[in-house]
């Protein structure tokens, strides 16, 4: 399947403005949702940084959609497959610049439940709500 036009537009204008010449081939496919959990379907993500790749599952919910794949371009345009401080400097510094629709609360909630680390690092930057974000996941 295609990746949808509002990735590909995404994806194209994030790497222009980090400055990254090489080309970034995306693929896509929708998710199913597990009949035996609940109704909806998570995104999931991958960054193959050396074959400058991306390869999307696509949920059932456009926002988690979009962060997710913002989460996969952090990895290439930060050029790291870890998720520590410096990636996730990279990563919160495009979401909070492609995504100002999307409310911050549902940010740290998607990438919090992902990873600690997003939220102590958004805590660390001043993301407005990630220190109580961090406090209910336990810190």
């Known amino acids: ?4 036009a509002w990735a590909v537009r995404m994806m194209a204008e994030v790497l222009c403005d980090a400055g990254e010449t090489q ?23 991958r960054a193959m940084l050396t074959r400058r790749r991306i390869a ?17 371009i952090a990895h290439i345009v930060s050029d790291d497959h870890t998720h520590g ?3 996730y400097r990279v990563a919160w510094s495009i979401y909070l610049r492609y995504l100002p629709n999307i409310p911050r609360k549902r940010l740290l909630q998607v990438e919090g439940s992902y990873r600690k680390e997003a939220l102590v690092v ?3 930057m001043g993301i407005r709500g990630a220190k109580s974000a961090l406090a209910r996941r336990g810190a």
């Open 1 to 4: 399947m295609a990746a949808p």
């Open 23 to 45: 080309p970034v081939e995306l693929f896509w496919r929708q998710s199913r949702p597990n009949a035996h959990r609940n109704a909806r379907a998570h995104s999931s993500g």
């Open 56 to 72: 999307i599952t696509a949920g059932t919910e456009r926002d988690e959609q979009q962060i997710v794949l913002l989460h996969e």
């Open 85 to 87: 401080d410096g990636f």
């Open 122 to 124: 958004a805590a660390d």
